[in-house]
């Protein structure tokens, strides 16, 4: 991905790999990443697999923004877990990117994200 994503850092998400149509990312969930429950804040969560679709449509020149996604939380996770989500792109045409993004504790999924994605002209500022 060109340029910075200053949310990204601010959650201390990791990339861990990035390739046109795939990435993965991680994140050590702390105390402040949490809810009034003590879970992982589904705001967080949603970030973590946000970012992994950002990345993988968006790799080199490509220019894609989120249109629309839809997220499950299916597993609490907390303080101390090590989240990873995973993005694939599943399906891509002139106008949109479909990919699914799976966010992991160790081998247990923990939230199901589905982002369609609009990809922009890259030669045109946003
Ligand atoms: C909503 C929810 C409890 C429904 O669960 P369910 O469909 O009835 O299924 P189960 O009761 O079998 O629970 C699914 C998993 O959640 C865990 N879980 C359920 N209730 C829990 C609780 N009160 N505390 C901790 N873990 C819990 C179960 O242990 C199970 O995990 P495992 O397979 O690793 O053992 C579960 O999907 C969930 O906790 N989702 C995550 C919610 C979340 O974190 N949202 C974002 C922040 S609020």
Do not use: W
Not at 101 to 124: H, M, P, Q, S, W
Request: charged residues 25%; contains cysteine.
């Amino acid at each position: 991905m060109r340029g910075n994503d200053y949310f990204r850092e601010l959650l201390g998400i990791k990339v861990v790999v990035a390739k046109d149509g795939y990435s993965k990312m991680s994140l050590k969930i702390t105390k402040e990443h949490t809810n009034f429950v003590g879970f992982t804040h589904g705001g967080v969560i949603f970030a973590l697999a946000d970012c992994a679709f950002a990345e993988a449509v968006n790799f080199g020149d490509k220019r894609a923004v989120a249109v629309q996604v839809s997220i499950n939380f299916v597993r609490p996770s907390s303080e101390g877990d090590v989240l990873t989500a995973e993005a694939k792109t599943i399906s891509e045409g002139k106008t949109f990117a479909l990919c699914s993004i799976t966010v992991r504790k160790e081998n247990k999924e923990v939230a199901l994200f589905t982002g369609l994605a609009y990809k922009l002209l890259t030669d045109k500022k946003i």
